[in-house]
């Protein structure tokens, strides 16, 4: 089972509305821990540490077989 790590950042807006970021795809978590560092006092990251995530994921597995609804800021 290969893995992979992915490091995003999500800064969330008082609206609901979402802004992702995926900063990179890495081979080990200390590799995307450490782009987390290098990039964590760049502007805008430095202000919102907090939205940083690290996550593995496995290699040719579907990680969502379920479908999806979509709702806009606003809607009941």
């Known amino acids: 089972m290969k893995s992979v790590w992915l490091l995003h950042h999500v800064h969330a ?11 990179g795809v890495f081979a080990t978590r ?3 821990e450490a782009a987390r560092l290098r990039v964590a006092d760049q502007p805008g990251f430095r ?29 009941g």
Request: without cysteine.
């Open 47 to 75: 202000d919102l540490l907090v939205g940083f995530s690290i996550n593995e994921n496995v290699l040719g597995h579907i990680a969502w077989l379920e479908g999806f609804v979509t709702h806009q800021p606003g809607e």
């Open 13 to 23: 807006f008082e609206d609901g509305h979402e802004d992702v970021k995926l900063i």
């Open 30 to 32: 200390d590799e995307a």
